[in-house]
């Protein structure tokens, strides 16, 4: 999957706090949605254990499949920097429009664009809100997925098709 046009709207990254119920809320995810492995928490070995177990459900739900970080898992493609960045897709993180710049320089397929609005990922962070967030997304000629504090009813406040989350995504069934 490599077509920039077709990248999926609705995306569940990882996260040690959301291991627990990781399972059902992929099971829950609609078919062609996106899954972020991140799971920095794990040693190498377990890491690895805990992507294959996860990708082969993401996958058995016709769900893209993206690693964070370097290596050669067999996912669908990658998220971070550019030097982690490995075959399939390039999935980078932006704060600004900096470095909305220099993830579109390096090629990035897609930029998870945060935070948009409080999150626990980031407490006290400063946030784009919905109008700083739509006035970046909108320059970019790549996806932009919004990121950040994110849930079903805070991407309908913000009307955009693209988002994802960790917390916002965790137990509930997305429709």
Same mark, same amino acid.
């Given at each position: 999957?490599?077509?920039?046009?077709?990248?999926?709207? #609705?995306?569940?990254?990882?996260?040690?706090?959301?291991?627990?119920?990781?399972?059902?809320? #992929?099971?829950?995810?609609?078919?062609?949605?996106?899954?972020?492995?991140?799971?920095?928490?794990?040693?190498?070995?377990?890491?690895?254990?805990?992507?294959?177990?996860?990708?082969?459900?993401?996958?058995?739900?016709?769900?893209?499949?993206?690693?964070?970080?370097?290596?050669?898992?067999?996912?669908?493609?990658?998220?971070?920097?550019?030097?982690?960045?490995?075959?399939?897709?390039?999935?980078?993180?932006?704060?600004?429009?900096?470095?909305?710049?220099?993830?579109?320089?390096?090629?990035?397929?897609?930029?998870? #664009?945060?935070?948009?609005?409080?999150?626990?990922?980031?407490?006290?962070?400063?946030?784009?809100?919905?109008?700083?967030?739509?006035?970046?997304?909108?320059?970019?000629?790549?996806?932009?997925?919004? #990121?950040?504090?994110?849930?079903?009813?805070?991407?309908?406040?913000?009307?955009?098709?693209?988002?994802?989350?960790?917390?916002?995504?965790?137990?509930?069934?997305?429709?």
């Amino acid at each position: 999957m490599t077509n920039r046009q077709t990248l999926p709207l #609705l995306w569940l990254l990882s996260d040690d706090r959301n291991d627990a119920g990781l399972e059902s809320a #992929l099971r829950n995810l609609p078919q062609g949605s996106g899954f972020v492995f991140r799971h920095y928490h794990l040693s190498e070995a377990a890491r690895r254990e805990r992507f294959e177990a996860l990708a082969a459900i993401a996958r058995a739900c016709n769900q893209v499949v993206i690693l964070s970080g370097a290596g050669d898992w067999g996912a669908d493609g990658h998220y971070g920097p550019p030097e982690c960045w490995g075959a399939g897709l390039k999935l980078a993180t932006g704060h600004n429009g900096d470095e909305i710049d220099t993830a579109l320089a390096a090629g990035a397929d897609g930029i998870f #664009l945060s935070p948009v609005f409080p999150t626990r990922s980031h407490p006290g962070a400063p946030m784009l809100g919905v109008m700083g967030f739509r006035v970046l997304a909108q320059q970019s000629p790549v996806p932009v997925i919004a #990121l950040g504090g994110m849930n079903r009813a805070r991407a309908d406040e913000l009307d955009w098709p693209r988002w994802g989350a960790i917390d916002g995504l965790a137990s509930t069934k997305v429709a």
